[in-house]
Each structure stands twice: as C-alpha cells, then as structure tokens.
C-alpha cells in the first residue's frame, strides 16, 4: 500500500509521511492472510537457507503482538506447518522489541543446553489493529515477517565468536499508556485498536535506544565505528540515522528498509536482516548492532556475529 493510496484513506500526504517516518510504502497482509502464515513461509525460507531439517528444530519462538488467536501460540500453528514435530513452540510477546527479547530467550535455551537448534521468527498483521480512520497511527504501521535459526555450537569465548555476544534488555510498565492496544481478552473482550502518543514516544526512542545500543557495545568492549552493520527496527527513518550518529556507525552501515516495509514491529529486524543477507550486504562473520524499542515500554539492543 503506497502513501498515495493512504491519502485517499485519511487526511494525509505522500510528502508528510516521507518527511516525518521515511515510510513510502507499506506491505498489507490479504484479505484471510493470517500471522501465522506469514510466519510461516518466512520460517521455511530461512530453514531452507540455514540447511536445517524441521525434525532438527527442538525449540521454535515466534515473537507477536499480532497473534491469530488469543490462544493458541501462533507458534503452535506454525510448528504443525513445518512439520516440527521434535519442537517446543510459545509466542513472546515484547511489542517492537519482541525479535530481541526472543532472540534473547532462543539463546538462553542454548547456553544452558535446554535446547540445541532454535528457530526465532517475528511476525506481525498490524493493519488488523490499526485505526484506519487514525492517520496518526494508520500511516505507520505495515504486515510482514522474519525469521533466523540458530545453533548451539562452543566458542572460546571471544569477541570473534559467532552468535549473540552481548545483549541488553529493558522494561518500564509505568510508560504503558504511551503505546498500547485498547481492547484485550480479560479488559472489553474486544480484540481493540493500536493507540499511540507519537511525540512522546519519539522523544522516549532517540535517548533510550543510543543507551542501550552503547550498553552493548560497552559490554563487548568494541565502538560503533567495529560495528559492521547497524541492523534497527525501521519505526522512523529520523529515529534510526539519530542513533547511528550518537553510536558513530556511518549511514552506509545501517541497514534501512522502512521505506518499502513501514513500522512491522517484531518483524522489522528479522525482515531487515534478510533484505541485507540476501543482497549479500551481510557475510558470514559480520558484528551486527540489532536496537529496538515499542509499547511497554520495552527497549534493547544485542550484539550477534553473523
Ligand atoms: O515501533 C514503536 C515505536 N514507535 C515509534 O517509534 C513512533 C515514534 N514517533 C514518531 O515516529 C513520530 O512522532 C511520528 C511519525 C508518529 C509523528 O511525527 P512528528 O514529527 O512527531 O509529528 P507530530 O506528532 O508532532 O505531528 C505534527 C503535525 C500535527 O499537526 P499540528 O498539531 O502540528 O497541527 C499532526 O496532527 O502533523 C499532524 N499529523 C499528520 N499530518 C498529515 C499527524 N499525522 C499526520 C498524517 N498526515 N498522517
């Protein structure tokens, strides 16, 4: 969906949303298209990519906010899909930030041997919580999903190692209000619309991702200038070249696709990543800066040698 088409919709401009968010496009899910079907092809492409067998998969997470169902995990309909049948599969659910904190959990289970081969997926079907009479929020927001598998393997414990090397992650209920859907199973029984206060949250973006970006870098011990790409969540183009600038990463390192896909939540890393490897920007061995933040308020970032 174009910004022409949008500003048929609500009292907008292609000019206005470039300007403001860098967004000149958005992706719609059709019509009976559910998260679980983006989540799966996204899950099967990136199977196919990494050589791995769904019967190898002992874990699958799929961050949403977006689920098919109340219950059950989406993530149970997409395990069933791939035929997964060795795998334990939940939905987690940390908003913009989900891919991170679900990355987080992947790699938890990998450390402590919990779980050998983990399939992350972040999908999301916005348009289905959009106000579309809001053009403060409708303009933003687009469908889309991702998904990375990983592998535990033994490093010695080095900078050079692959995989997560660093990882930050943050939650403040008390900014709730900021960006939240107002409907729910156990509140109106509705399923509700995305309501958010851009200007705060905004605000809020800018100081606390460089924060917790450098909390990475600072943890590892490297500077923004040995980060190879900056791999953000693509909410706003002037979100994302404000903290590449305070992190010291060049613009040419940051992987921007929020003018083809808009804000895709817990989808936008894993999409961003995939536009980047495929292109072949991103190489094996590459140190990837991911940062994120959304409704929670939840915000952090992570370190991962391609
Ligand atoms: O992923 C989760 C995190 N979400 C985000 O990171 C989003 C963070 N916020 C933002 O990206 C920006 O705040 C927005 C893109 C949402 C808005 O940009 P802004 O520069 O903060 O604009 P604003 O909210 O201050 O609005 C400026 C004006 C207002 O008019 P007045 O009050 O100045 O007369 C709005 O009513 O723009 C108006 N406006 C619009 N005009 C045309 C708001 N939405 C639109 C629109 N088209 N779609």
């Not at 509705?190 to 809020?204: A, K, P, Q, Y």
Request: glycine share 10%; hydrophobic share 45%.
């Amino acid at each position: 969906m174009t910004n022409e088409e949008l500003s048929t919709m609500v009292d907008t401009s292609d000019s206005w949303i470039q300007e403001r968010s860098g967004i000149q496009e958005r992706r719609i899910a059709a019509e009976g298209e559910l998260t679980s079907d983006l989540a799966t092809i996204a899950a099967e492409r990136a199977l196919g990519h990494a050589g791995v067998a769904p019967e190898e998969l002992d874990l699958i997470i799929l961050a949403t906010a977006t689920p098919d169902q109340t219950f059950p995990a989406t993530a149970a309909t997409v395990q069933a899909r791939l035929g997964a049948k060795n795998a334990a599969a939940f939905d987690q659910q940390a908003v913009c930030t989900g891919f991170i904190f679900a990355l987080t959990t992947a790699d938890a289970y990998l450390r402590s041997g919990l779980a050998k081969t983990a399939l992350v997926i972040g999908a999301e079907t916005f348009s289905r919580i959009l106000d579309w009479t809001d053009r403060s929020t409708c303009v933003l927001f687009g469908d889309g999903a991702g998904a990375v598998v990983l592998r535990a393997e033994s490093g010695d414990g080095r900078v050079q190692d692959r995989g997560l090397l660093a990882i930050d992650l943050n939650t403040d209920g008390n900014l709730k209000e900021l960006l939240y859907v107002d409907g729910g199973p156990s509140s109106t029984q509705t399923t509700g619309h995305l309501r958010m206060e851009g200007r705060d949250v905004f605000r809020h973006a800018v100081v606390n991702l460089a924060q917790t970006a450098q909390t990475v870098l600072d943890d590892l011990g490297v500077s923004g200038e040995e980060v190879d790409w900056l791999v953000p969540h693509q909410a706003n183009l002037r979100i994302i070249d404000g903290a590449a600038k305070k992190l010291g990463v060049a613009r040419e390192k940051v992987v921007i696709t929020i003018n083809r896909h808009g804000n895709t939540s817990a989808a936008s890393i894993p999409l961003a990543l995939a536009t980047a490897v495929g292109d072949g920007r991103i190489q094996r061995g590459d140190l990837l800066l991911m940062e994120a933040m959304g409704g929670g308020m939840t915000w952090g970032a992570a370190l991962m040698r391609w």
